[in-house]
């Protein structure tokens, strides 16, 4: 009987690790680059207006 103890140690083991590697790669959603790249867009045309009292350099 100690024996098939010992023989179920690295039977979990490699069960646990199946399982750890299934969850590890897994598919995340990612949220993408939308929202950044917009307030981006928004920065670059504030930066591109010139102030109202300003005159050409």
Not at 24 to 45: I, Q, V
């Amino acid at each position: 009987m100690a024996a098939l103890a010992w023989l179920l140690i690295p039977l979990i083991a490699a069960v646990g690790a199946g399982l750890w590697g299934s969850w590890a790669n897994r598919t995340r959603k990612t949220r993408g680059d939308g929202p950044e790249l917009d307030g981006y867009a928004r920065f670059r045309e504030a930066m591109e207006k010139s102030p109202p009292g300003a005159r050409g350099a």
